[in-house]
């Protein structure tokens, strides 16, 4: 199977949906069903026209998807027309779906991902994203993980870190602005951590509430992006900041750390700083170790180089660096930044460029481009 002509067909078979009238949302879901499907049929059979096969392939799963929402949605309609039998409380059973549809018969990785896409809300480039992988690869993993749970029963809930793990990431896109999802987030785990006397819930809430409590310093009246040491404190929110740091507290106190616990307590030291300037870079790069210690993650490995240059200086932080894969998201613009600091701004400058174009968002490109702007204008 061709990957590189998959995606090369990719835009244009998406590009001829939307002219059918699909809206992007849906028809996107229709194409990576379809390159799902010529992954699994291709290698036997390759057709003749490939984006055709494409395209037809698409608008048929475009089409039945629509058809079961009208059905679903008619559906619907006859039940909210019929008169309620009595009284009834209005239950919430969003967080019970989220442990079914972490099911046992599932990978940890592959239930998170079923469940961000099939509960969450995210899209498939989304939770490719946040994994780390191509997004064809992810659309054949969510493929598999359906066809895994087609046949079972939902009777048997998930465990509890497979549900934070799904909650953190949907946190992290809503935080991110792509879509709105980080108040629901905090919602359902605040309901979590009412219902399971668990560290590592009270960790996640404590990590989110304490991010959570600075979005609103976190993009100008534009809606440029605002780097935290920039970012104006006094927009901070100091209840939902004390409100985290009292709920890590007793987590922390409890000694059973995990990685949430010891991501909330980075959190929680930015929170802390009266400025910038004041952050207590040392204990930062501490938890950095713990928490590199508990998930091997590149990503705790690259944030804490940062850290490592905040507190030992520029060059510490380049030899950090200088160990991690520099096709890690975001590797680019952290070397740009340390060699600002260091004083080389010609090479930060051509990096802060090069980090724009690999940016995946748009907010994100323009401050870095900006970056690289500024410096250049500084050089001459």
């Given at each position: 199977?061709?990957?590189?002509?998959?995606?090369?067909?990719?835009?244009?078979?998406?590009?001829?949906?939307?002219?059918?009238?699909?809206?992007?949302?849906?028809?996107?879901?229709?194409?990576?069903?379809?390159?799902?499907?010529?992954?699994?049929?291709?290698?036997?059979?390759?057709?003749?026209?490939?984006?055709?096969?494409?395209?037809?392939?698409?608008?048929?799963?475009?089409?039945?998807?629509?058809?079961?929402?009208?059905?679903?949605?008619?559906?619907?309609?006859?039940?909210?027309?019929?008169?309620?039998?009595?009284?009834?409380?209005?239950?919430?059973?969003?967080?019970?779906?989220?442990?079914?549809?972490?099911?046992?018969?599932?990978?940890?990785?592959?239930?998170?991902?079923?469940?961000?896409?099939?509960?969450?809300?995210?899209?498939?480039?989304?939770?490719?994203?946040?994994?780390?992988?191509?997004?064809?690869?992810?659309?054949?993993?969510?493929?598999?993980?359906?066809?895994?749970?087609?046949?079972?029963?939902?009777?048997?809930?998930?465990?509890?870190?497979?549900?934070?793990?799904?909650?953190?990431?949907?946190?992290?896109?809503?935080?991110?602005?792509?879509?709105?999802?980080?108040?629901?987030?905090?919602?359902?785990?605040?309901?979590?951590?009412?219902?399971?006397?668990?560290?590592?819930?009270?960790?996640l809430l404590a990590l989110m509430l304490l991010h959570h409590a600075r979005r609103a310093s976190r993009t100008g009246p534009d809606g440029?992006?605002?780097?935290?040491?920039?970012?104006?404190?006094?927009?901070?929110?100091?209840?939902?900041?004390?409100?985290?740091?009292?709920?890590?507290?007793?987590?922390?106190?409890?000694?059973?750390?995990?990685?949430?616990?010891?991501?909330?307590?980075?959190?929680?030291?930015?929170?802390?700083?009266?400025?910038?300037?004041?952050?207590?870079?040392?204990?930062?790069?501490?938890w950095y170790d713990e928490l590199a210690g508990l998930t091997d993650s590149p990503v705790v490995r690259l944030n804490r180089a940062v850290?490592?240059?905040?507190?030992?200086?520029?060059?510490?932080?380049?030899?950090?660096?200088?160990?991690?894969?520099?096709?890690?998201?975001?590797?680019?613009?952290?070397?740009?930044?340390?060699?600002?600091?260091?004083?080389?701004?010609?090479?930060?400058?051509?990096?802060?460029?090069?980090?724009?174009?690999?940016?995946?968002?748009?907010?994100?490109?323009?401050?870095?481009?900006?970056?690289?702007?500024?410096?250049?204008?500084e050089r001459r």
């Amino acid at each position: 199977m061709d990957e590189l002509l998959l995606r090369s067909l990719t835009p244009g078979v998406l590009a001829v949906l939307v002219r059918r009238g699909a809206d992007f949302a849906a028809a996107e879901d229709a194409v990576q069903d379809a390159l799902v499907e010529a992954v699994r049929v291709w290698p036997g059979d390759t057709p003749r026209d490939p984006k055709g096969w494409l395209v037809t392939v698409a608008w048929r799963r475009f089409l039945d998807a629509t058809r079961a929402d009208t059905s679903r949605r008619r559906r619907e309609d006859r039940l909210d027309e019929e008169p309620a039998p009595g009284p009834a409380p209005a239950v919430d059973d969003t967080l019970q779906l989220y442990f079914l549809c972490a099911h046992p018969s599932l990978t940890p990785s592959s239930a998170v991902a079923l469940t961000l896409r099939a509960v969450g809300g995210l899209t498939t480039r989304q939770i490719a994203r946040a994994y780390l992988v191509p997004e064809a690869t992810m659309a054949q993993r969510i493929s598999r993980a359906k066809r895994t749970v087609s046949g079972v029963r939902f009777d048997r809930p998930g465990d509890v870190s497979t549900v934070l793990r799904v909650l953190y990431l949907v946190f992290n896109e809503g935080y991110s602005g792509d879509v709105d999802l980080a108040a629901e987030a905090i919602r359902l785990t605040r309901q979590l951590a009412a219902a399971i006397d668990h560290p590592e819930v009270a960790g996640l809430l404590a990590l989110m509430l304490l991010h959570h409590a600075r979005r609103a310093s976190r993009t100008g009246p534009d809606g440029s992006l605002v780097p935290l040491a920039e970012q104006d404190r006094g927009r901070w929110d100091t209840g939902m900041i004390a409100e985290g740091v009292g709920i890590l507290q007793a987590a922390l106190a409890r000694d059973r750390l995990g990685e949430f616990q010891a991501q909330a307590a980075v959190a929680a030291l930015h929170a802390d700083a009266p400025t910038a300037e004041e952050t207590d870079w040392v204990q930062i790069v501490e938890w950095y170790d713990e928490l590199a210690g508990l998930t091997d993650s590149p990503v705790v490995r690259l944030n804490r180089a940062v850290a490592v240059g905040e507190a030992d200086g520029p060059r510490a932080g380049l030899a950090e660096l200088a160990a991690l894969s520099d096709s890690l998201p975001r590797y680019t613009a952290v070397a740009a930044y340390l060699h600002e600091r260091d004083g080389d701004l010609a090479t930060a400058a051509r990096l802060y460029a090069e980090a724009a174009h690999k940016a995946p968002t748009l907010a994100e490109r323009d401050h870095l481009t900006r970056q690289a702007a500024r410096l250049n204008a500084e050089r001459r």
